[in-house]
Every structure is written in structure tokens, then in C-alpha cells.
């Protein structure tokens, strides 16, 4: 732990647990974006519990 040598007693260490429930993303290379390679990201929401295409 050479950043955080106490760790998380330390008094220079935050954690932060972030929870999305959208999210939005473009990977040309793996082709994650909507056709016909438009500039517009795909998107997921979380409903109940598990990630789905955004509409």
C-alpha cells in the first residue's frame, strides 16, 4: 500500500461506493454502438436487480 500506507484507518483514504443506474458507452472496435455508426451512445438502465438496453 504505498498510496495508502495505513490503509482504509488512515486518515487520507475515502471510500466511495457509487451505484449507477444508467449507464452509456461506445466502443467502435467491439462494435457497441447504434447503426449505421452514428454518434448516439448505446445506454443500459438496472431494473430490478439486472442491467437492460436502454430504449
Known amino acids: 500500500m504505498s498510496f495508502f ?3 482504509p484507518a488512515g ?3 475515502v471510500l466511495i461506493r457509487l451505484r449507477p443506474h444508467r ?3 461506445m466502443d467502435f472496435s467491439r462494435k457497441i454502438h447504434p447503426d449505421p455508426c452514428g454518434l ?3 445506454a443500459a438502465e438496472r431494473r ?3 442491467w ?3 430504449r
Open 5 to 7: 500506507p495505513d490503509g
Open 48 to 50: 430490478e436487480g439486472s
Open 11 to 13: 486518515n487520507d483514504f
Open 23 to 25: 449507464v452509456e458507452l
Open 40 to 42: 448516439v451512445p448505446a
Open 52 to 54: 437492460s438496453p436502454s
